[in-house]
């Protein structure tokens, strides 16, 4: 079974530019989450979609969005970029809202000049 | 608001030998979740290990135990036979019941010595 794919690994963008990373979860599951990570801040939580609806948000900004599709991949969206988002993005899926099992993907290194 | 603490930013461990992670946390909630979560170089968050609050018993995964102490919210991972590949930064991390997201703690960077 193929594990959390996220894409793509490595992302370089100028401040002002918009960004955005896709996740593909885990085969039949429905729930992802996406954390960001920096070496200042540590792990934070972004937002957890289920079903293609987002089900909890941390506290970021509405620069920071996203969505899930049909098939539960998911797209997050950054824009108007600052140098302070450069960050390791990492998704993370399991098989119900919830559930204390996450798998994570190997994350999306943003760079922003 | 939760908080997660690990208070050793680094650690190293001969190869074969035993090390102790230690994490504290701060909660209000009597129903939570803690693990810890492991990520080498590869970047990937990898769960090694959960505790459930409302078990008593030490959760155990062949080498890795917890030392669950939930009156001092207190979340130590003992590493037994310490492998060359257990070499990685360490996360303990927290979830209530009633909500979803995890809190991390600031990780452990650990070394292991051959």
């Known amino acids: 079974k193929a594990g959390v794919t996220q894409t793509p690994r490595y992302l370089i963008k100028t401040r002002g530019q918009q960004v955005t990373l896709s996740c593909s979860p885990i085969?039949?599951?429905?729930?992802v989450s996406w954390y960001q990570q920096t070496p200042g801040q540590g792990l934070q939580f972004l937002f957890e979609?289920?079903?293609?609806?987002?089900?909890n948000k941390g506290n970021f900004p509405g620069r920071f969005s996203g969505r899930q599709f049909s098939n539960s991949r998911s797209e997050m969206n950054v824009s108007t970029l600052e140098l302070g988002d450069s960050a390791l993005y990492l998704c993370?899926?399991?098989?119900?809202?919830?559930?204390?099992?996450?798998?994570f993907g190997s994350g999306t290194q943003l760079s922003v000049l | 608001a939760q908080t997660v603490t690990q208070s050793q930013p680094e650690m190293s461990v001969q190869e074969a030998e035993t090390v102790t992670l230690s994490c504290t946390y701060d909660?209000?909630?009597?129903?939570?979740?803690l693990f810890w979560y492991k990520q080498p170089p590869s970047r990937q968050m990898i769960l090694v290990i959960r505790?459930?609050?409302?078990?008593?018993q030490n959760a155990t995964e062949n080498r890795f135990s917890v030392n669950f102490q939930k009156a001092a919210k207190s979340f130590s991972l003992k590493i037994s036979d310490s492998q060359l590949g257990d070499a990685a930064m360490y996360f303990c991390?927290?979830?209530?019941?009633?909500?979803?997201?995890?809190?991390f703690g600031s990780g452990t960077q650990l070394t292991v010595l051959p």
């Open positions: 979609y289920f079903s293609e609806t987002q089900r």
């Open positions: 505790q459930e609050a409302y078990k008593q």
């Open positions: 991390a927290y979830r209530p019941g009633s909500a979803r997201q995890l809190t």
């Open positions: 085969s039949g599951h429905r729930s």
């Open positions: 993370a899926s399991s098989f119900r809202m919830g559930n204390e099992k996450l798998f």
């Open positions: 909660t209000s909630e009597s129903d939570y979740y």
